[in-house]
């Protein structure tokens, strides 16, 4: 599985941005998809994640109420909207896919896209 991740750029903090995802296969419903970020300096943090085959969705406390996640699993693409970002948003943002649900996804990803920069400045 490749995935192919964009959206990333430049924003002024309170902006908006909205990252996509897409695998290059379809993903099966035993799967989940989501994002992480690593910020320099830091560890890969998860961001969110979302089940392939329902409505499940977990988020980290620090984005609550402010990202979304979401997908279309006709074009096997899943999109991370962020809005009221915030200087610590920084970060490089990774597309992750697993077997099993989001809350699993959280603790380790099989297969992982190229990172894309967003970065909200003051």
């Known amino acids: 599985v490749q995935l192919q991740a964009s959206g990333g750029g430049l924003v002024q903090v309170g902006g908006s941005l909205r990252l996509s995802c897409a695998a290059s296969?379809?993903?099966?419903?035993?799967?989940?998809m989501g994002w992480f970020r690593q910020a320099p300096g830091k560890e890969r943090e998860f961001v969110a994640a979302?089940?392939?085959?329902?409505?499940?969705?977990v988020y980290a406390d620090s984005v609550k109420g402010r990202f979304t996640i979401s997908k279309d699993g006709a074009v096997n693409t899943v999109w991370l909207q962020m809005n009221s970002l915030k200087p610590e948003d920084t970060a490089v943002y990774y597309c992750?896919?697993?077997?099993?649900?989001?809350?699993?996804?959280?603790?380790?990803?099989?297969?992982w896209g190229q990172g894309t920069q967003v970065t909200v400045s003051s």
């Open positions: 992750a896919s697993g077997v099993g649900s989001p809350a699993a996804l959280r603790s380790g990803a099989r297969y």
């Open positions: 979302i089940a392939w085959g329902d409505r499940r969705v």
């Open positions: 296969v379809r993903i099966f419903s035993s799967y989940a």
